[in-house]
């Protein structure tokens, strides 16, 4: 059953703490003007006062100096120091460098041999590739907690669509100020946020917010805010193309949007001359694009030490169920094919599954299968490494239904006010009264 409390209670719960004030951005600074944001995070602009401004919906995550952050969580002494991640070969190149680095002038991927040359006192660590995508996998799982329209870019960046947000969670500041606390306090990383009416100006003012920083284009004040800035902040304005537009005396994006269409097609092409003319005028009609159909979803846990107790497996399968279950719904998904995954000490690995009669979004229907299955194998003291839960055969929401009446409403509410509180408040508020206890496994989602 749920930890001590009603759907009621809870609800309730939700309406007085969505009335409470969003905590302030984590920075304080004031907000700079006049300059394009380098590397080094020189030119940076922040919005530090309350915004609210539906029509500009658009949030560009970005985190901040990714992977050498990722590095500084194990190495915490060296924070404040010109650190390097890559490797110290000859021919090596630098994969990320922290901002104390980069105002030296070291740069991702230039050769290690020039970055040392620039920076001789940098600290130089190894990369780790399996702890990005470990962050990166909690930073977007974040993301998709605030919003089903997320467009990932890489390991780490992304486009959020808010415009749906604002009932639950707020104005797009507000989405955007707690989506930075929740990525800070749940991962110990910084990132930096732009919002806007489009996607270009969005990516364009997370990059001048940098780093850690939150900078927010109203929408009536887009051009304002575009118009001075250098050509170079066009999309698709590299060397050669800002070349041949200096040569006609244009130097910023004003420039640009007052100099008739035909003159930058002779100058750059047909093609190139009319996209700067639109991105001038902040014309960017693309919106943003979720991933591929999904034709399964699944989570599973490797654990720190082979189990034999089959309550401790029963209650990972009842946790990796709910995670199932919220990922469906975040994704307006239904499933019918419940799928159990285990692996032995001996590193064999069985999977079983049953098709239910009617698709099902709820973490407690798809922990009763799974449960039922795992009970049947025989297997339940058998030294288990692994466990996983997996929904196939999957169907928009409602679209799949069979059922002539729901028989699970109580868990549906109840599932529903979990959803809520989460992507309010983050993870931990509100939890089964099983999961009240010392964790004992490594998650690999």
């Excluded at 962050?135 to 977007?140: A, T």
């Excluded at 449960?371 to 025989?378: A, D, K, M, V």
């Excluded at 868990?411 to 979990?418: H, L």
Aim: charged share 25%.
């Amino acid at each position: 059953m749920w930890i001590s409390a009603s759907s009621l209670v809870i609800s309730r719960l939700i309406w007085r703490l969505s009335n409470c004030r969003v905590l302030p951005p984590i920075d304080g600074g004031a907000c700079e003007t006049g300059r394009v944001s380098k590397q080094d995070g020189s030119g940076r602009q922040v919005t530090t006062n309350f915004v609210d401004d539906g029509r500009a919906s658009i949030m560009h995550v970005d985190m901040d100096a990714f992977f050498a952050s990722v590095e500084l969580l194990e190495r915490p002494d060296l924070r404040g120091l010109p650190v390097i991640v890559g490797h110290r070969g000859a021919r090596s190149v630098v994969t990320a460098a922290t901002y104390e680095a980069r105002k030296y002038g070291v740069n991702s991927a230039m050769p290690m041999a020039l970055a040392l040359r620039r920076c001789p006192d940098a600290v130089v660590l190894e990369p780790h590739f399996d702890r990005y995508t470990h962050y990166s996998q909690q930073v977007m799982a974040i993301c998709d907690d605030l919003t089903p329209l997320v467009e990932r870019l890489g390991i780490d960046e992304a486009f959020l669509d808010v415009s749906g947000a604002r009932r639950l969670l707020g104005s797009p500041y507000e989405v955007a100020t707690l989506l930075r606390r929740r990525v800070w306090d749940e991962t110990g990383l910084r990132c930096s946020v732009g919002v806007a009416a489009t996607k270009f100006v969005a990516k364009l003012a997370s990059g001048l917010s940098k780093p850690d920083g939150l900078l927010v284009v109203p929408l009536a004040e887009t051009l304002q805010f575009l118009h001075p800035l250098p050509i170079s902040a066009l999309w698709g304005v590299g060397a050669k193309t800002e070349e041949h537009l200096v040569r006609l005396g244009l130097r910023t994006v004003a420039d640009v949007a007052h100099t008739p269409l035909v003159s930058l097609q002779k100058s750059v092409g047909v093609a190139t001359g009319t996209k700067l003319h639109e991105l001038s005028w902040a014309r960017d009609p693309r919106s943003v694009t979720v991933g591929g159909e999904e034709k399964s979803v699944g989570h599973e846990v490797t654990f720190e030490h082979d189990i034999t107790d089959a309550a401790v497996i029963r209650r990972e399968l009842l946790r990796m169920s709910d995670k199932v279950a919220v990922r469906l719904r975040r994704a307006q998904l239904e499933g019918r094919t419940v799928v159990l995954k285990l692996r032995f000490a001996d590193f064999s690995t069985i999977t079983r599954s049953r098709t239910l009669g009617e698709y099902t979004d709820l973490g407690q229907r798809i922990y009763d299968e799974v449960c039922e299955i795992y009970e049947g194998l025989g297997h339940q003291y058998s030294r288990i490494r692994l466990v996983g839960v997996r929904m196939e055969q999957l169907a928009p929401s409602g679209g799949g239904s069979t059922a002539l009446w729901d028989t699970d409403e109580g868990w549906r509410e109840a599932e529903s006010v979990m959803d809520a509180v989460t992507a309010r408040f983050g993870n931990g508020l509100v939890q089964r009264a099983a999961f009240v206890q010392k964790k004992q496994t490594r998650p690999d989602d």
